[in-house]
């Protein structure tokens, strides 16, 4: 099971998050702290992921985490480069679905990171020099290599169901990585998935 701490300012908040927890049978709730108690209680409960509801775009927390924020793109944009490569985390809306919230905790705890599609889409992707990189550069960047993996397995055709059991993941967290390739490359489909992969060199038909 995925030991799974909840933290917000809020007694409210902390509960509802408690909730969503407790509602799937892959998740275990291992505690709940304030902002100010949560270093100590990562310390003392040792959790997978930390579920946290935060006001401040950025993060220094260094757990696994999903972060519920009011603005997921400036999160987002505030995060990617310093955390993406170093931090297993996903930003999600306060307003996102419990079935998103779980398969966020999940894919973390599985070591990736993941984010909704409205933070992605609106997103004005720029180098670390400054400079707008092109289309490829852009796609390449944003797509995470468990995301390559999913839309290679795409480019050959195969039903989510083959993709889970290829890739070693359940079928909830194969539409979840489906959804964020669409909306990154821009599209509605696998078909345009494919064909925008193949164009830009990211799958090989």
Same mark, same amino acid.
Do not use: C
């Given at each position: 099971?995925?030991?799974?701490? /909840?933290?917000?300012?809020?007694? $409210?908040?902390?509960?509802?998050?408690? !909730?969503?927890?407790?509602?799937?049978?892959?998740?275990?709730?291992?505690?709940?702290?304030?902002? =100010?108690?949560?270093?100590?209680?990562?310390?003392?409960?040792?959790?997978?992921?930390?579920?946290?509801?935060?006001?401040?775009?950025?993060?220094?927390?260094?757990?696994?985490?999903?972060?519920?924020?009011?603005?997921?793109?400036?999160?987002?944009?505030?995060?990617?480069?310093?955390?993406?490569?170093?931090?297993?985390? +996903? %930003? $999600?809306?306060?307003? +996102?679905?419990?079935? !998103?919230? *779980?398969?966020? %905790?999940?894919?973390?705890?599985?070591? $990736? /990171?993941? /984010?909704?599609?409205? +933070?992605?889409?609106?997103?004005?992707?720029?180098?670390?020099?400054?400079?707008?990189?092109?289309?490829?550069?852009?796609?390449?960047?944003?797509?995470?290599?468990?995301?390559?993996?999913?839309?290679?397995?795409?480019?050959?055709?195969?039903?989510?169901?083959?993709?889970?059991?290829?890739?070693?993941?359940?079928?909830?967290?194969?539409?979840?990585? *489906?959804?964020? *390739?669409?909306?990154? $490359?821009?599209?509605?489909?696998?078909?345009? =998935?494919?064909?925008?992969?193949?164009?830009?060199?990211? /799958?090989?038909?």
């Amino acid at each position: 099971m995925i030991r799974t701490l /909840v933290t917000a300012a809020s007694e $409210l908040a902390r509960a509802g998050l408690a !909730e969503i927890v407790r509602g799937d049978a892959r998740l275990a709730l291992v505690g709940q702290a304030t902002p =100010a108690e949560l270093l100590a209680s990562i310390t003392a409960y040792g959790p997978d992921v930390v579920l946290e509801d935060r006001d401040a775009e950025r993060s220094a927390l260094e757990s696994p985490s999903v972060a519920l924020v009011d603005d997921p793109r400036a999160a987002w944009l505030g995060n990617r480069f310093e955390r993406a490569a170093q931090v297993p985390h +996903a %930003i $999600l809306a306060r307003d +996102a679905s419990n079935d !998103e919230v *779980i398969a966020a %905790i999940v894919a973390v705890a599985a070591g $990736l /990171v993941a /984010v909704q599609p409205r +933070a992605i889409a609106a997103t004005d992707a720029r180098a670390e020099d400054g400079r707008v990189p092109d289309d490829a550069e852009r796609a390449t960047e944003a797509l995470t290599a468990r995301e390559r993996g999913v839309l290679s397995e795409l480019a050959r055709g195969v039903p989510n169901k083959t993709i889970a059991a290829r890739l070693g993941i359940s079928e909830h967290t194969v539409k979840f990585h *489906i959804a964020s *390739i669409f909306a990154k $490359l821009a599209v509605s489909s696998r078909t345009e =998935a494919v064909a925008r992969g193949a164009r830009l060199g990211l /799958v090989m038909l």
